[in-house]
């Protein structure tokens, strides 16, 4: 038969040894306890310590219509929105965009200046031109404006205002008609006009006063031989004549003269 062994019942020494390792575990447990939360105490206020913002700004933070039961911490957002302005050294793009400004401002300028002085040199241009056949037409044109002879006056008086345009060739043709003609007609008067010439029988003596592209002020030095009932023989009279001249698609017509 099997030998049934009969184990002693506990005694109060072994209650006593189970006790104190029993306390000794709980204690150990609980400073365990302690140093995890304390960890997570500090983890906690670590990053809170990093995402306090710096003394003298102030966040504002909208509350919601109903409060709040925990009113919320700032978030580290609103400090990176408000944090100081980045002072780094401009890169090589930044320089470029001050130069590149500079060149199209010059270029500009450049442009302009080749704008205005080509059209000052077209504008020379035609005035030379201008003043070369407004010259050529005045000097043409002034015998005919002022002579006459009262046997054809009306032939010489249309003549005469071919070379007319404008308001002055109006006014021409009734002066000729109201006072000219008449006069004429009485005292059978005959004007004969031609431009002074040199001495020496060179170019008449005309000059150009002002020039532009489509008008030209011309000085001519006429001479002019009146015979009439009222004068014996022959009358000469020297005058200065100023005749301007304006381009027309007809070429250049007198629009004034005027005796000075």
């Not at 990093?50 to 700032?74: I, N, Q, Y």
Request: proline share 7%.
């Amino acid at each position: 038969m099997p030998k049934t062994t009969t184990g002693r019942a506990p005694g109060p020494g072994t209650r006593r040894t189970m006790t104190a390792a029993a306390r000794a575990a709980a204690k150990r447990a609980e400073r365990g306890h302690r140093e995890g939360g304390a960890a997570t105490a500090g983890d906690e206020e670590s990053p809170r310590r990093a995402e306090r913002p710096r003394a003298g700004r102030t966040v504002l933070v909208e509350a919601p219509k109903d409060g709040w039961d925990d009113p919320p911490e700032p978030s580290p957002e609103s400090f990176e929105e408000d944090g100081p302005e980045d002072r780094s050294e401009p890169g090589p793009g930044g320089r470029r965009r001050p130069l590149t400004l500079l060149l199209a401002v010059l270029l500009a300028v450049g442009l302009v200046a080749l704008a205005a002085l080509g059209w000052q040199y077209r504008e020379g241009r035609l005035s030379e031109t201008a003043r070369a056949e407004a010259l050529a037409a005045a000097r043409k044109a002034a015998p005919v404006v002022l002579s006459y002879d009262y046997r054809r006056l009306d032939k010489d008086f249309s003549r005469a205002r071919a070379h007319l345009t404008g308001d002055f060739r109006d006014e021409y043709g009734k002066t000729t008609k109201t006072v000219v003609a008449p006069t004429a007609e009485k005292y059978h008067g005959v004007v004969k006009a031609t431009v002074a010439a040199p001495g020496s029988g060179g170019t008449p003596a005309a000059s150009v006063v002002s020039a532009a592209p489509d008008k030209v002020v011309v000085l001519l030095f006429v001479n002019q031989v009146t015979e009439s009932t009222q004068v014996s023989g022959a009358r000469v009279d020297q005058n200065r004549v100023r005749m301007t001249m304006d381009r027309t698609d007809d070429g250049w017509k007198v629009s004034a003269v005027d005796a000075l």
